[in-house]
């Protein structure tokens, strides 16, 4: 009982407080949502040329269209982004729905597997922001998720690839709740990769989460992306953290398989734009950076689907 009522307490604190602590300058905070510091670092391989694939030109275009509007809080405006993505992804060849709960609206696009298409994986972000345009957060992540499609739309895989723009996470993660306790057969689901802010690298040390908190079902997950990036000798160093404030964490409470990749955010590298005005598409975004890490996650994600 008392351990439910400390759950209950946590899970209260930590939906209200998203929106009201500067949670980089908070250390109980931190540890009061179980984040675990400090954290490893781990080097990844020397650099190897490869082919990039994923098109940061084309991300930098849409990341400013959809940062252009005041804010993704307001039902209007959020109508606005996900019309976006509905366009952009139909152009990609997605099957687009939207999926109502409560008070939110989820966006889902889809790519039926061809030989194996009840098993799905999960590519997620989240689609609101806080009191500001939200470039990094969560535009970066969003717009990343569909540069990622971009490619995944030019070949067919055995298993269906499923985007998911989840709306009211920072009020307290509630579209991912409701879709994931919606979802009918959760055995289908291989996993869930939840792309959050990943824009500012101001270290220039090519440092960023891939977020596991050591569940065992979710290391497959890491672990792939590990083998990617260093696979494919991409500059990034991956900053161990555990943290259950995004949209992966649903899927957990349904003990599906999830990481959540973003920038390093714990390990001193946060946006100092995170959650204010000054969040809007200019040079503190990384677009090199991002670039790697999409590459390391469309990698993983192939190797997931065929
Ligand atoms: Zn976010």
């Given at each position: 009982m008392k351990n439910l009522i400390l759950a209950t307490l946590l899970l209260t604190s930590s939906a209200f407080a998203h929106e009201e602590h500067d949670w980089r300058q908070d250390y109980s905070a931190y540890l009061s949502v179980r984040y675990e510091l400090p954290m490893s670092y781990e080097k990844t391989a020397s650099p190897r040329f490869f082919t990039k694939r994923v098109d940061m030109k084309f991300f930098k275009e849409k990341l400013t269209t959809l940062s252009?509007?005041?804010?993704?809080?307001t039902t209007e405006n959020l109508d606005v982004a996900r019309q976006f993505l509905k366009a952009e992804y139909e152009k990609l060849g997605f099957t687009v729905r939207f999926e109502p709960f409560g008070g939110g609206s989820n966006f889902v696009a889809e790519k039926l597997g061809t030989?194996?298409?009840?098993k799905v994986l999960i590519l997620s972000s989240h689609i609101d922001s806080v009191r500001c345009k939200g470039a990094n957060d969560n535009g970066t992540g969003t717009i990343g998720l569909l540069a990622v499609a971009q490619e995944l739309s030019k070949q067919n895989y055995s298993y269906t690839v499923r985007i998911l723009g989840f709306d009211k996470e920072e009020i307290g993660l509630v579209g991912s709740d409701a879709y994931v306790a919606s979802l009918k057969t959760k055995t289908d689901v291989i996993g869930n990769i939840n792309f959050e802010?990943?824009?500012?690298?101001s270290r220039q040390d090519g440092s960023f989460h891939v977020i596991d908190c050591d569940k065992a079902s979710s290391v497959v997950i890491s672990s792939k992306i590990r083998n990617s990036i260093a696979n494919l000798g991409l500059p990034l160093t991956i900053v161990k953290a555990c943290t259950d404030?995004?949209?992966?964490a649903s899927f957990w409470r349904h003990n599906l398989p999830a990481v959540v990749i973003s920038e390093n955010f714990f390990g001193g590298d946060a946006d100092p734009c995170y959650h204010a005005k000054c969040d809007i598409v200019d040079d503190r975004l990384d677009y090199n950076y991002m670039g790697n890490i999409l590459e390391a996650v469309l990698d993983a994600s192939e190797q997931f689907l065929r």
């Open positions: 252009s509007t005041s804010d993704r809080r030989t194996q298409p009840q802010m990943m824009g500012v690298n404030r995004s949209d992966h």
